[in-house]
């Protein structure tokens, strides 16, 4: 395997970065009408496809290296805070307290936002429009 190190890249194209934005979004969708049907299972699971996704994004600005190993890595390859920060997510993606986890999920998107609006700039005409609409039914 040692002749194909120099060739491995665990960096995010720019295709699977826009993926990433829409999915992390689309999930939050996903999220609010299953939660708004009372369907707490599902909900758990949306809010696990979208921190996986919002893991990638993070490691895209904080360490693209290893963007593509999403939250396998994020442990050690984030800044200490956005690792308790996924760590409370994770803790309260539950059937019984998944509210909390989807507001944080949704306040370190926000958080973002303005570096992700500056990365993507005019590379796509929706993925902006739609996170930021996502965010405001929860922040």
Request: proline share 3%; charged share 25%.
């Amino acid at each position: 395997m040692g002749k194909f190190i120099p060739a491995q890249n665990l960096e995010l194209s720019n295709e699977e970065f826009i993926d990433a934005v829409d999915d992390a979004a689309f999930f939050l969708l996903q999220y609010k009408k299953a939660s708004g049907r009372g369907n707490d299972l599902w909900s758990v699971k949306m809010l696990q496809n979208s921190v996986e996704n919002l893991a990638k994004i993070l490691l895209h600005r904080y360490f693209p290296e290893r963007a593509q190993l999403g939250l396998k890595t994020a442990n050690r390859s984030l800044p200490d805070e956005l690792v308790a920060e996924i760590i409370f997510i994770q803790n309260h993606a539950t059937s019984a307290s998944h509210t909390k986890a989807v507001k944080k999920i949704a306040c370190l998107l926000d958080e973002e936002y303005a570096w992700i609006e500056l990365h993507l700039k005019d590379q796509t005409v929706y993925t902006l429009p739609f996170l930021k609409k996502i965010l405001k039914e929860f922040t």
